[in-house]
């Protein structure tokens, strides 16, 4: 199943499978348009999975932002809690989409 982050009028049994799903992959973080909603939905599902006693759940998030953009888009409490709570890999390299075959 692939979820778009901001789909408006998520039912409650969605929006319950994506806190608990075992792995949940956020892709490209900082590319989507950013307000007061959408951030406070972000640090809900970050906080809510980080939090779950229930069963284990994992979290890939990916971005081109630096830490430092990071803080200058994002409320300080997501960025804590990513940073905080997550291993931070840098991956460096051409960008796969602009090589010429």
Do not use: H, P, W
């Not at 992959?25 to 972000?42: P, V, W």
């Not at 640090?43 to 630096?66: D, E, Q, V, Y």
């Not at 990071?70 to 940073?83: A, K, P």
């Amino acid at each position: 199943m692939i979820i778009t982050f901001g789909r408006s009028n998520v039912s409650k049994d969605f929006y319950d499978y994506l806190l608990n799903v075992d792995l949940l992959i956020i892709d490209d973080l900082g590319t989507e348009g950013i307000n007061n909603i959408k951030s406070s939905e972000l640090f809900n599902i970050l906080n809510s999975r980080l939090l779950n006693t229930k069963k284990a759940t994992k979290t890939i998030i990916s971005t081109n932002l630096s830490l430092q953009s990071l803080f200058e888009n994002y409320d300080e409490r997501i960025v804590s809690r990513i940073v905080g709570n997550y291993n931070i890999c840098y991956f460096f390299g051409e960008d796969i989409r602009f090589i010429n075959n």
